[in-house]
């Protein structure tokens, strides 16, 4: 079955870049899925950070659109997240989830579809912010 | 963005009670929200989508219901397994999705 597994440094200092990798087992992160992060800091809820299709669409939250970029390696099966500038407030568990929705193909290039619900998530890591 | 907003934040509750927890969009969302259930130190599990529709293997004792702004999730019959906190999800507007601030369903 679809496994997701989040890796990456657990301890990042303030002003650096936050870098995750989500290695997913059991399906192609070719298939026509979208591949997402959410976060979830203490205590609190959870906050959509974006996510991206195989087409190289991706599709992020406008409050950290500035900060974060989401990429694909289709040889490794696995999806990356990168988060500059952090701050105490990005603090928090990061999920990587596998999401429902497609793009698709116009004839011409892969239009934007609709993002849905996240159905498969990984364990997630707890990443701090600290110096 | 679209706002979601539960209620209650907490809810105390007893094993075979029926609970309900209701989820307010800020505009219109037709019938495109989700459920999940979080256990501590775990990931969400999606239960509902499309406002009604169960997940393959969510016991039958979940039901989803609403459509436009107001939505509802409701256990029939609550399980020890069922104590932990709820969110929704709305999918109307992916720019961005966005989560109810969860409500915790603890035993009473």
Same mark, same amino acid.
């Given at each position: 079955?679809?496994?997701?597994?989040?890796?990456?440094?657990?301890?990042?200092? %303030?002003?650096?870049?936050?870098?995750?990798?989500?290695?997913?087992?059991?399906? =192609?992160?070719?298939?026509?899925?979208?591949?997402?992060?959410?976060?979830? %800091?203490?205590? &609190?809820?959870?906050?959509?950070?974006?996510?991206?299709?195989?087409?190289?669409?991706?599709?992020?939250? %406008?409050?950290?659109?500035?900060?974060?970029?989401?990429?694909?390696?289709?040889?490794?099966?696995?999806?990356?997240?990168?988060?500059? =500038?952090?701050?105490?407030?990005?603090?928090?568990?990061?999920?990587?989830?596998?999401?429902?929705?497609? $793009?698709?193909?116009?004839?011409?290039?892969?239009? &934007?579809? $609709?993002?849905?619900?996240? $159905?498969?998530?990984?364990?997630?890591?707890?990443?701090?912010?600290?110096? | 963005?679209?706002?979601?907003? #539960?209620?209650?934040?907490?809810?105390?509750?007893?094993? @075979?009670?029926?609970?309900?927890?209701?989820? /307010?969009?800020?505009?219109?969302?037709?019938? +495109?929200?989700?459920?999940?259930?979080?256990?501590?130190?775990?990931?969400? !599990?999606?239960?509902?989508? !499309?406002?009604?529709?169960?997940? @393959?293997?969510?016991?039958? /004792?979940?039901?989803?219901?609403?459509?436009?702004?107001?939505?509802?999730?409701?256990?029939?019959?609550?399980?020890?397994?069922?104590?932990?906190?709820?969110?929704?999800? #709305?999918?109307?507007? +992916?720019?961005?999705?966005?989560?109810? @601030?969860?409500?915790?369903?603890?035993? !009473?």
């Amino acid at each position: 079955q679809v496994q997701l597994q989040e890796s990456g440094p657990r301890l990042v200092k %303030p002003s650096e870049t936050l870098s995750l990798t989500c290695t997913v087992s059991g399906y =192609s992160i070719k298939s026509d899925h979208y591949w997402g992060w959410i976060r979830q %800091p203490p205590g &609190k809820g959870l906050e959509w950070i974006g996510g991206i299709f195989h087409s190289e669409n991706t599709y992020y939250n %406008p409050s950290l659109q500035s900060r974060v970029s989401i990429s694909l390696d289709t040889s490794k099966n696995h999806l990356s997240l990168q988060l500059s =500038s952090v701050t105490a407030s990005d603090t928090a568990v990061y999920y990587c989830a596998r999401v429902q929705g497609a $793009d698709f193909w116009s004839g011409f290039y892969w239009a &934007k579809g $609709d993002v849905k619900y996240m $159905d498969v998530w990984g364990k997630g890591i707890t990443v701090t912010v600290s110096s | 963005d679209i706002q979601m907003t #539960q209620s209650p934040s907490t809810l105390s509750a007893s094993v @075979g009670d029926k609970v309900t927890i209701t989820c /307010r969009a800020s505009q219109s969302i037709s019938r +495109y929200l989700a459920w999940y259930q979080q256990k501590p130190g775990k990931a969400p !599990k999606l239960l509902i989508y !499309k406002a009604s529709t169960l997940e @393959g293997g969510v016991p039958s /004792r979940f039901g989803g219901s609403g459509s436009g702004t107001e939505f509802a999730l409701t256990i029939s019959g609550l399980q020890p397994d069922d104590f932990a906190t709820y969110y929704c999800q #709305q999918y109307y507007d +992916y720019s961005p999705l966005t989560f109810g @601030g969860g409500t915790k369903v603890e035993i !009473k």
